[in-house]
């Protein structure tokens, strides 16, 4: 299948090293933006995620939710021949990206170092656990052991409770993310200046930039900030409370917002407390506060309460699970969930493209590809015949 790439990324070739998550994810970004990703795997079994469950008519939902916009290439990348192969690619594309631990991409030959001499307009992308050097830079790294190391976990449950995870992979996505952003500001200064160069970010670093006014906090005050479940340690209320059937959240982020607050829920004696007067006071007095915002709350159904505070211009709204977002009214009028065609999955559904263009809008072009579904047609356009081809796939070069 020839994709017809029509997004801002449009003419960019990017060849993808990466695999599991972090690497994936941010391919997937620059393909949804137009980019034509050549996603590199094994052909023993191609990226790990095709294995993961749960499954949609036998495949990865894991691997299908972060792999669209991309054709795959089994390449054996122990092999000469398949090393050939990607060097070949490297030197037709503009952005290479991969997350091996640091050193092996030197082992294979496709490091920096050596593709920047072949190739020097090449962005080149490594993202890693730790990053590229230093005392921890051969640890493996995973999104859990990485929420703990980070200092993420300890920001997370309840002030008395066990640490927990956040319940997306969060180092895994902000790495994917900072990587992209890396990615196209190379992109950007290599139409100035005509040259590539390295861009290098890690979940290490990409959590810890997620910490933001955590750690701001800690350097100004030396206040370490434990778990407080679902409030915020600067703003109050802003929690999650429990109403007569169902839990809301309510945001309170000014003195202004809480008067209305109190005048929606009837609780004008609680507006006029001096206890609560101003967010400082609250802070002093959240668990008093707390209790007495608990018994006004358990009276009221969620949806009434929903429905009164919003009206008086108050942030606050519905717990929603899965099965709920994905219905939401809003969620539908914006196209968030969109089908699309597949070989093997005839009603495959994917979240669609969170970001808009004006002239070159984004799309789902192709479906997260099978593996090896694109290796005949990537070899083809590199010049090589049926008969070399057939050769390579013989002798598992190439699936």
Known sequence: MTLTMTGPLSGIQVLDLSRAMAGPFCTQLLGDMGARIIKIESPQGGDETRFWGPDWNGISCYFLSINRNKQSVAVDLKSKAGREIVLALARR???FIENFRPGIVKRLGL??????????????????????????????????MMQGFSGLMGLTGFRDGPPLR??????????????????????????????????????MEGQ??????????????????????????????????????????LAVGNDAQWCKLCDAIDATGLRDDPRF??????????????????????????????????????????INTIDRIVSDPQVQHMATIQSVPHPEIPDLKLCG???????????????PPLLGEHTDQVLTELGYSEKQIAELRRDGTVA
């Open 93 to 95: 594309s503009d952005v």
């Open 111 to 144: 490091d920096y170092g050596t593709l920047s001499q072949l190739i020097p307009r090449l962005v080149y992308c490594s993202l890693s656990g730790f990053g590229q050097d230093g005392p921890r830079a051969q640890e493996p790294a995973y999104d859990l």
């Open 166 to 203: 956040a319940g997306l992979p969060v180092t895994d996505l902000a790495a994917a993310l900072f990587a992209a952003v890396g990615i196209v500001s190379a992109l950007f200064r290599r139409q100035q200046e005509g040259c590539g160069q390295k861009v290098e970010t890690s979940l």
């Open 208 to 249: 810890l930039s997620w910490l933001s006014y955590y750690v701001v906090g800690y350097l100004a005050n030396g206040i370490v900030i434990g778990g407080m479940g679902n409030a915020h340690h600067s703003l109050t209320p802003y929690n999650t409370y429990k109403a007569k059937d169902h839990y809301f959240t």
């Open 277 to 318: 007067t101003t967010n400082a006071n609250r802070l002093t007095h959240r668990d008093a506060l707390d209790l007495l915002l608990d018994e006004i709350f358990q009276r009221h159904a969620a949806d009434d309460l929903i429905a009164r505070i919003s009206a008086a211009g108050v942030p606050c709204g519905p």
């Open 353 to 367: 493209i969170p970001i808009r263009f004006s002239k070159t809008p984004a799309a789902i072009q192709s479906p």
